[in-house]
């Protein structure tokens, strides 16, 4: 059996969890009773309100308070009116950060997870240590091989922010 995550795994630097979560289990219970697993494949940091790139950067708002809470917290948002945006807060309280989960085994790219996972607004601010719909589990094997590349998606935040090397991907 598969053991969920605790909240020390995400009270730390979203930089040392990046490479950790790959490979792990997003679990995620519908209303029928069924129970979606999906396994993580790749990922991007975004680290504080010196991210240019981070929705942090403006500083703390109703969208953003969740990342300034203890790590371990589903930081759900709509982009483009029809795309729900799965992040896990990391670090520890008023150190805004979080980790975008851009895809999985089962769903390549990040509005295709929210829809996968059938997200939705009431998922913001979800204790994945707690929850009974939405959780994350270590699958039991060494942690993964993988790369890094520049984060998509991000010109906006200029070059220096743009250019970091902060997307993980699991190695083919």
């Known amino acids: ?3 969920r995550l ?4 995400f009270e730390r ?3 040392d969890i990046a490479p950790e979560i790959l490979g792990k289990i997003i679990a995620r219970r519908l209303p029928d009773g069924t129970c979606l697993r999906t396994t993580i494949t790749e990922v991007e940091v975004y680290l504080g309100e010196e991210d ?4 942090a950067c403006k500083g703390r708002t109703p969208r ?6 203890t790590g371990g917290h589903a930081y759900v948002y709509l982009i483009y ?5 799965l992040n ?3 670090g520890t309280t008023d150190d805004p950060q979080a980790i975008l989960i851009r895809g999985t085994h089962e769903a390549n790219g990040p509005g295709k997870l929210g829809r996968f ?3 939705d607004k009431s998922f913001y601010g979800e204790n994945l240590c707690l929850s009974s719909r939405l959780w994350v589990e270590s699958n039991g094997s060494p942690d993964a091989s993988y790369f890094t590349a520049p984060r998509i998606g991000i010109n906006y935040a200029g070059p220096v922010w743009s250019k970091k090397p902060w997307r993980y991907i699991i190695s083919p």
């Open 1 to 3: 059996m598969n053991k």
């Open 6 to 9: 605790d909240a020390y795994f």
């Open 13 to 15: 630097n979203a930089l």
């Open 52 to 55: 240019l790139a981070c929705h």
């Open 64 to 69: 953003t308070e969740i990342m300034y809470h």
């Open 81 to 85: 009116g029809m795309y729900w945006m």
């Open 88 to 90: 896990f807060v990391t």
């Open 117 to 119: 996972l059938q997200l």
